[in-house]
C-alpha cells in the first residue's frame, strides 16, 4: 500500500511546493475526492473553482470561504482574515470530520506581516480542530522559501506531521548520471539518502536542472517525498519518522510507485547490483599468482602434523616450552593444570608431559597441538 493512501490517519499534513514543481495536484485531490469527511476551504491566492470539483452536487461540495479580494491597503474593508477563519470553524456544527484547508500560508503570511502572529493564529485553528469530538485535519499548503516551514514541521507544534515535498523527476535523473546514485532499491537507502537530501535542500538547484532545461515543473508527473512522523500505518503504529519517494500521476490524479512513472522508466533498467569490497590484490605493483611449477613444488611440501608415529610425537616435545604458557591445561583425565612463571614448577610440568608423551595417541597430539 502507497503512503499517499495512508493519510487519513494524520492530523496534520503540510504540502510543500517549490518554484521547480508545484504540489497542487495532491491539494486538488484532497479536496476533490475526499468523501468521508465535510470539507472547509480556505482560499488565498487560488480560485476555488481550480480546487473543487464541478461534478460534485451540492451536498458533497466544501464550504468555501473566498478571500482573494480580501487584500490588505486595496480593500478599504481589511480587517484581517484571521477572525472571520475562527469564526466559521466554531460555527460548524460538531456532528462529523472536518478538513480544513488553506490553499496559501505565503499569502496569509503577506497579508498579516508577521510569523508569530501566523504562528498563533495557526494554533488557535489547529486546538479548534483537536477539540472536535470526529477526528479532523488541517492541510496547509506552502511555497518554499517559506519561513513558516521549520516551525510547523516542528513537534511543538504539533506531535504527528505528513509533510509532502513535491520534487521535478530531474533530480533523480541528475543524481544517477552526476553522482551514481539510483533510487532504492537499487541503490542502498542510507546511500541514496544521505546524497538525495542534502541536494533537495538547495532549491536553487532543483530550479536550474528544471528552468534550464523545460521551463518549468513536470505538469505530467512528479515525485513526491514523504515524510510521516506518528499517527498510525496499516498495522495500527508507527514508530519515528518514516521517509520515502512515491510518484505522482497529473492526468489520472492518483499516486503511484516510483519505478511506474514514465520520465524515470530509463533508472529502472539498471540492475541492482551488489556492492563488493575491491580486492587488494588487484592493485599491487608485483604478482602473487603462483606458476604451474610453483603450484607443484608447493604440493609436494608435507604440511605439519600430518605423519603419524615417533616422529610426530618427537615434534610434539618442541612445543613444550609453549604448553606452560596456557592458562588452564586439560591432560591425563581433563586434570586443569594453572599456568606457574617459577622455573621449579615448569621444570616439572615439563617432566610431566614428557613422561605422558608417549601414552598419548595421535588424535590426542593433534587435538592438543591445536590448543596452542
Not at 514541521?153 to 513535491?166: E, G, N, Y
Not at 499516486?255 to 575491491?278: F, G, I, Q
Not at 599468482?289 to 616422529?311: C, D, H, I, N, W
Request: one cysteine or more; proline letters at 8%; glycine letters at 4%.
Amino acid at each position: 500500500m502507497l503512503l499517499l493512501d495512508e493519510l487519513d490517519g494524520q492530523r496534520l499534513i503540510l504540502l510543500q511546493s517549490s518554484f521547480a514543481q508545484s504540489s497542487l495536484p495532491i491539494l486538488r485531490h484532497l479536496v476533490s475526492k475526499n468523501a468521508k469527511r465535510k470539507t472547509f476551504l480556505v482560499c488565498f491566492l487560488y480560485p476555488p473553482s481550480s480546487l473543487v470539483d464541478d461534478s460534485k452536487s451540492q451536498d458533497e461540495k466544501p464550504v468555501i470561504l473566498d478571500l482573494l479580494d480580501l487584500v490588505p491597503t486595496y480593500n478599504d474593508d481589511w480587517r484581517g482574515s484571521q477572525g472571520q477563519i475562527l469564526t466559521g470553524l466554531e460555527n460548524e456544527p460538531d456532528t462529523s470530520s472536518i478538513d480544513v484547508v488553506i490553499d496559501s500560508l505565503d499569502t496569509l503570511l503577506s497579508d498579516i506581516g508577521s510569523v508569530q502572529a501566523v504562528y498563533a493564529f495557526l494554533r488557535s485553528v489547529l486546538s479548534l480542530i483537536s477539540s472536535r469530538s470526529k477526528p479532523s485535519r488541517l492541510i496547509l499548503h506552502l511555497c518554499i522559501p517559506c519561513p513558516l516551514t521549520p516551525l510547523l514541521t516542528s513537534t511543538s507544534f504539533f506531535p504527528s506531521l505528513a509533510h509532502l515535498i513535491s520534487h521535478p523527476p530531474e533530480i533523480l535523473t541528475h543524481l544517477a548520471k552526476e553522482y551514481l546514485t539510483f533510487p532504492p532499491p537499487i541503490s542502498p537507502e542510507v546511500k541514496f539518502w544521505s546524497v538525495f537530501i542534502p541536494l533537495s535542500e538547495r532549491d536553487h538547484e532543483s530550479e536550474r536542472l528544471v528552468l534550464q532545461g523545460r521551463g518549468s515543473g513536470n505538469p505530467e508527473e512528479f515525485v513526491v517525498e514523504i515524510i510521516l512522523r506518528g499517527g498510525s500505518d496499516a498495522s495500527g503504529r508507527r514508530k519515528g519518522v518514516q521517509r520515502t519517494l512515491e510518484g505522482w500521476n497529473t492526468t489520472k490524479g492518483y499516486p503511484m510507485p516510483l519505478n511506474k512513472l514514465t520520465s524515470l522508466s530509463d533508472l529502472w533498467k539498471r540492475k541492482s547490483v551488489e556492492e563488493t569490497a575491491p580486492d587488494p590484490t588487484q592493485i599491487m605493483s608485483f604478482n602473487l599468482q603462483l606458476t604451474p611449477s610453483q603450484q607443484e613444488a608447493r604440493a609436494k611440501v608435507p604440511l605439519p602434523y600430518v605423519l603419524e608415529g615417533a616422529f610426530v610425537k618427537m615434534r610434539f616435545l618442541r612445543t613444550v616450552n609453549l604448553i606452560c604458557r596456557q592458562d588452564k591445561l586439560n591432560l591425563n583425565n581433563n586434570l586443569p593444570v594453572p599456568f606457574s612463571t617459577n622455573r621449579t614448577q615448569r621444570m616439572t610440568l615439563t617432566t610431566m608431559i614428557r613422561t605422558k608423551i608417549w601414552t598419548f595417541s595421535f588424535p590426542d597430539i593433534q587435538d592438543f597441538v591445536s590448543l596452542l
